[in-house]
């Protein structure tokens, strides 16, 4: 599937829907800084268009690298279950670095739920915190991959 998914910056309306019902079991998925012009909305579609995963960059700074000088972090990241393992996150995260790294960007951070660290590992993240609890959520750990030589 890699080479038929693609990916696009999208309102963030577009991603609520797949945020809601994988990350906050059908909740409310609105997140502080979702209107912030700086913040960039993603979504891969697959071949018919739909879309796969959703996930958004914005810039902040980072709590366990205080030196990075343009930090940004990466939330809100889901894949619809039918379509996990298939290459549409690894499609979103690769696109999401280049176009972090096109804005000046020097570093990249989540709060991985434990479930997803070894995801974040094969997109060249590496565990630097934790783990520590999310009320509600459960178990992350802090993950970071520096965009140096991007
Ligand atoms: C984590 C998640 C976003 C991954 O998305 P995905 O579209 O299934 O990922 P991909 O198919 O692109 O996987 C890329 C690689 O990571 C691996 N991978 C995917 N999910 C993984 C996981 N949870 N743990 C370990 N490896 C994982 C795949 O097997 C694939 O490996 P490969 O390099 O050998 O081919 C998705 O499983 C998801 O939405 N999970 C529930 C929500 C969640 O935990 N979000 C993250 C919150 S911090």
Redesign the pocket.
């Known amino acids: 599937m890699p080479s038929t998914v693609t990916v696009e910056r999208v309102p963030v309306e577009l991603t609520l829907p797949l945020r809601s019902a994988?990350?906050r079991d059908g909740g409310p998925a609105g997140m502080p800084g979702d209107d912030d012009p700086a913040t960039v909305h993603l979504a891969a579609r697959t071949a018919d268009g739909r879309i796969?995963?959703v996930a958004r960059l914005s810039p902040a700074p980072c709590p366990w690298r205080p030196e990075a000088r343009a930090p940004w972090q990466l939330r809100g990241?889901?894949?619809d279950p039918a379509?996990?393992?298939?290459?549409?996150?690894?499609?979103l995260v690769r696109d999401g670095l280049a176009r972090v790294a096109a804005r000046g960007g020097d570093l990249v951070w989540?709060?991985?739920?434990e479930?997803?660290?070894?995801?974040y590992e094969?997109m060249g993240f590496t565990v630097v915190a934790g783990p520590y609890d999310k009320p509600g959520i459960g178990r992350h750990r802090g993950m970071v991959t520096d965009l140096g030589g991007r």
């Open positions: 994988v990350l796969a995963c990241m889901a894949t379509v996990r393992g298939s290459g549409a996150g690894r499609a989540c709060d991985a739920r479930t997803a660290v070894g995801f094969r």
